[in-house]
């Protein structure tokens, strides 16, 4: 079946402006999460969706980072004013019930650039 | 807060040589455990998993052992081969106070297999 797709792969961007990056989960999955991962770092967690409780957002950097998950499907990152710290790859991951022991699926990731 | 740490890579072996990549854990609780790999242009994927001590996930020729003592989860493959070659992420899982269930990703490891 369809993995978890975002889009788009890249998105080179200037600095201040704003992006937003897509993600699609696979169908079924209830928890949804977001990923940065910098250049010879780890990937830092950034926010977690499950079912229709309130995200998670405790790894969220500033406030010009938010995210949505519209009818606990498609889900959209959006990064405002960016800046070139913003800089990265950016994962997206779901899982099917998002508990302990479960398996996440990692999309392609977004690799965004701010000039 | 909870922690992953890994060897620092590259490891450089030669192909059909014994594979050991270190990961160790701090964490409030009793974690799930996870190696995740990142094959050259592609996206993370599971590579074996365990969910509670003593417990030994397999994949593809690699093992890991949940040691709770150590508070390890060591990677180990008797004979890599250059198809091998990847980064290697260490990841445990647990539930946090509010709930939910963010995941901790170690930095990863690099492997280089050559002929």
């Known amino acids: 079946g369809a993995g978890v797709s975002q889009s788009p792969s890249n998105k080179v961007t200037e600095k201040g402006k704003d992006v937003e990056l897509r993600c699609d989960p696979i169908?079924?999955?209830?928890?949804l999460y977001w990923y940065r991962q910098s250049l010879g770092q780890g990937l830092e967690f950034l926010i977690y969706?499950?079912?229709?409780?309130?995200?998670?957002k405790s790894g969220l950097p500033s406030d010009r980072f938010s995210a949505e998950r519209t009818g606990g499907s498609v889900s959209t990152l959006t990064i405002q004013r960016t800046q070139q710290e913003d800089s990265a790859v950016y994962l997206c991951a779901s899982s099917f019930t998002g508990t302990t022991t479960d398996t996440q699926y990692f999309g392609p990731g977004t690799r965004l650039t701010v000039l | 807060g909870n922690s992953v740490t890994q060897m620092e890579g590259p490891v450089t072996l030669s192909e059909e040589a014994f594979l050991t990549i270190n990961c160790t854990y701090t964490a409030t609780g009793y974690p799930s455990l996870f190696w995740y790999v990142q094959y050259p242009g592609e996206g993370l994927q599971l590579l074996l998993k365990?969910?509670?001590?003593?417990d030994k996930g397999s994949n593809k020729g690699f093992e890991a052992t949940y040691r709770k003592e150590t508070t390890s989860f060591h990677l180990e493959k008797g004979s890599v081969q250059v198809s091998d070659s990847a980064v290697y992420f260490c990841a445990l899982t647990l539930q946090g106070r509010g709930g939910s269930y963010i995941p901790t990703f170690g930095r990863g490891t690099s492997l280089i297999v050559h002929p």
């Open positions: 169908s079924g999955h209830t928890a």
């Open positions: 969706f499950q079912g229709n409780s309130a995200p998670d």
């Open positions: 365990a969910t509670k001590a003593d």
